[in-house]
């Protein structure tokens, strides 16, 4: 026995010392040892004495580069915040910049086959499926019910109870949004309430599992070679043990809901699933597409739903004129609710909630892996193989792009003639562009007008800390030890 134990561990540490080894040769030959200063402020991570967020450092050295482009050699990857770059990126050599290989494998445990996770035919299919779907009128007001639902029976009693009490309690707007997207996602997609905003706000499973998956995922991404994370895969230990239970945790309930749902026959929901089953016969690829929809719909809406109530926290003169004009267009009461008619209407609410979106991207950087050697329109030089990255949350911080007051929450900058104004998908990457384009991006801004809108009528929310946010790895921007807030009930007519 002991001969066994000793043989074994013997075995263990000669492959464990030859793996590192390989890896070390391997990122040595991928990733070659570079002087200069970026690759080596990147390497001792230098950088983090200047700044708070690795965006942060990015978006000073591309502020600084004459073409708003930079090359880290040591990740071999080109990240860009000029229009004209992300235009031949997403739209014009398309073709030339799927997500990869490198991309799929660190969400392929995750989302298998998903429209987030596949290129080609494969995308193809479930983009023109999606696009139906999403597109149609029902679906679309089957969301705004939900939403409308979600608020009405958890969000503003919530809201309410801690405006009642008389401690000055404190919430976690972050958390809070988090949860209140969540059920909204889940129901949608789904049919499956999972209850996140009850009043005692429970521990879901199911939500933490989310959480965990979008966390080591992240983790995989900034890995130095993605040999780190598949070794760690290989022998389940560490961070990737923790990923597969989440994962399993995941794919064990949306399996539930799939088994359930063709027992009982895909006519009694109006959710996606239901739609999707007269499709779709394969429940695996099925779903890997849902999962995908989760993914997305989640953790966008409730960042740029905390942004935004951080930023009207700092800005008082912009909340007042987001009430004036909720006041002329749907009525001065308390209950008066937008339907989606009205919705368009509010011209300075959907400014505010770009801008607040340009300063604060929920997805703060999106890279394609080029196929062939290209040059993008600046000069740029793109190695076949290479990372290339383009970075709202850098873009939204270019003086060369939205001016000398890039810098400043003005969601006027967005207004023309009294009307609100779309920006060039290019010049404001946060919904993507080009064949890309988010197809949830109107349900997203429907849902997250709505949010603000019912909130800001009824109470006012400050946030507690002003200081300069930190944000967690994660797919989404997500605020390190939350956002904190008071809230306080408004003196309004019934």
Request: neutral net charge.
């Amino acid at each position: 026995m002991e001969l066994q134990v000793l043989i074994f561990f013997i075995f263990f540490t000669f492959t464990t010392t030859f793996l590192l080894f390989s890896l070390s040769l391997f990122i040595i030959h991928l990733n070659p040892c570079c002087n200069c200063d970026t690759c080596t402020t990147f390497i001792t991570r230098s950088w983090t004495t200047s700044f708070v967020n690795l965006s942060d450092w990015y978006t000073h050295l591309i502020r600084n580069s004459p073409t708003g482009t930079i090359h880290v050699h040591v990740l071999n990857n080109i990240i860009t915040a000029n229009p004209d770059n992300v235009e031949f990126i997403i739209k014009t050599h398309f073709e030339n910049y799927p997500k990869g290989k490198p991309f799929s494998d660190i969400l392929g445990d995750l989302l298998g086959r998903g429209i987030f996770n596949v290129d080609g035919r494969c995308w193809m299919f479930q983009r023109k499926l999606a696009s139906l779907e999403l597109g149609s009128l029902s679906i679309r007001s089957h969301a705004l019910n939900v939403v409308l639902k979600e608020i009405d029976s958890r969000l503003v009693p919530y809201f309410s109870a801690v405006a009642d009490n008389n401690n000055d309690a404190v919430l976690d707007l972050q958390d809070v949004f988090r949860r209140f997207s969540f059920d909204v996602v889940c129901k949608f997609s789904f049919g499956f309430d999972p209850g996140s905003l009850e009043p005692l706000l429970p521990v879901s499973e199911l939500e933490s599992a989310f959480d965990e998956c979008s966390r080591l995922c992240a983790e995989r991404a900034i890995a130095p070679s993605p040999l780190v994370w598949k070794i760690k895969r290989f022998f389940n230990v560490g961070s990737e043990k923790k990923l597969k239970s989440a994962i399993s945790i995941v794919k064990r309930t949306a399996d539930q809901v799939i088994k359930k749902r063709r027992e009982t026959g895909s006519d009694s929901g109006s959710d996606l699933l239901s739609r999707f089953m007269g499709s779709i016969s394969d429940d695996d690829y099925l779903r890997d597409i849902v999962i995908s929809f989760l993914l997305a719909g989640r953790d966008t809406v409730a960042s740029g739903l905390t942004s935004f109530f951080l930023l009207l926290s700092q800005n008082p003169k912009v909340l007042n004129k987001i009430r004036e004009e909720s006041d002329r267009v749907i009525g001065p009461t308390r209950e008066a609710v937008a339907g989606l008619g009205e919705l368009k209407h509010l011209h300075y609410l959907h400014a505010a909630l770009h801008e607040s979106m340009r300063l604060y991207p929920p997805v703060q950087f999106d890279s394609k892996f080029a196929k062939h050697d290209d040059v993008l329109p600046d000069g740029t030089f793109v190695k076949r193989g290479s990372r290339v990255t383009y970075h709202p949350y850098a873009m939204g911080r270019m003086e060369r792009i939205w001016g000398p007051d890039s810098l400043e929450f003005k969601p006027e900058r967005w207004i023309r003639d009294g009307e609100f104004k779309q920006e060039s998908a290019y010049k404001y990457p946060v919904y993507q562009g080009g064949v890309r384009v988010c197809l949830g991006k109107e349900m997203s801004l429907v849902e997250m007008a709505s949010v603000a809108l019912c909130l800001i009528k009824r109470f006012d929310v400050s946030v507690v800390n002003h200081n300069q946010l930190r944000f967690a790895p994660g797919l989404t921007a997500t605020v390190c030890g939350g956002v904190h807030a008071t809230v306080r009930r408004r003196d309004l007519p019934q």
